[in-house]
């Protein structure tokens, strides 16, 4: 237990989860209610623990969980497929090379590329889920870490940004054409930027918002003034040409971002310098290009992960809670089961549905139907996963 919750605090180090401070004191309000027509079933559990897999629905009821890390520098290949409504889990063939902290994004037509992973891995495999088979790329131009991977409706896959491996952003914007199999180049990013957000907007743009600048060199161990910006763009992936946006009220980096059904952007938490977190949330208006600040997080937490709900609200799940002294506990994390929903419509918070346990960097899939959960920390690995069924 003790080894295991040192590894625990070595990865919330990488996440930004340890040593913080908080940035915000004011007395929580007390939330409505908003678990009606939700609630969180116990589904499959994995055959094997594993850290930071991807995982995407390739069918109704059916999960696909690729890649991971199992510890001691074994990065995985194999695969597994669980079924939401039976929990029944069954092996699927295995990628091509082996990676974790990868991400999965769905494609025209169906398949699911899944890209990157393991700082420094810069291929792309891509799953038909009609075959049951997977495809490796081995020339996708991705450089350094910390960049964006972002579905671009009706075309692909865009990359954008990242880290150069000396403590700076890059600007560079890649996007993966599906039905040529093929990459182009946009135009660079007015801001080289790591750790930002990259969200499809409802018209095919994609709005990228703040990041780190600078930071530490990882190379050199030459410790940098961290720069974290406010400044956001838009990148249109037909024409290949940004445009600069109305920037945020508060700098973040490592924050978590989704389009709400009203066709917003809420942006929520983050950091605003090496060790400060916030729970400050935003809204951005693609219609006036501007940014409205809106009711704060009822929890400051890291390492929390956002989706869309069908309907058009937010979910926040999971996460480390952070104390009004900046403390994280990662034996704390089971205790961390509320999730908290955003209203897209009041642009209020209210109560989510209670996990079945609560976890802390954990793999995430989104259908139409609900959203599927697996792995992380409870504090310790957990191999559980869960199914929020949304009527």
Known sequence: MQGMTKLVLALALLWGLSGVSC???EPRQPLQDGTEGMSWIQSGELPGIRYFPAAAFISKDEVLVAGGYRGVDEDLR???VINVATGMTSAAPPMGQARHFQYACRLPGGS???VGGTVGRNSMEIFDPSKRE???QSEVPLRGEGFAVCEVPEIGVAILGGGNGK?????????????GDTWSSAAPMRTGRFGHSATPLKDGRILVVGGHTED???VRHVLRETRITRDCEILDPRRKEWTSVQSLNVRRSRHQAVLLGT???LVVGGYTSGSEVTDSCEVFSPQSSKWTVVERLPQLRG???LSQLPGGDALLIGGIEVNEKGESSPEDIDEVRHTYRFMAASKTWARGPKLHRGRALFSMAVSESGIFIVGGFAPTPTTSSEFLRVR
């Open 23 to 25: 940035q915000s004191q």
């Open 78 to 80: 194999d695969s597994v």
């Open 112 to 114: 699911l590329a899944f």
């Open 134 to 136: 997977w495809k490796l």
């Open 167 to 179: 403590g700076h952003g890059r600007t560079d914007a890649e996007i993966y054409h599906a039905q």
């Open 216 to 218: 530490r060199d990882v």
């Open 263 to 265: 066709g917003e952007v």
């Open 303 to 305: 390492s929390f992960l």
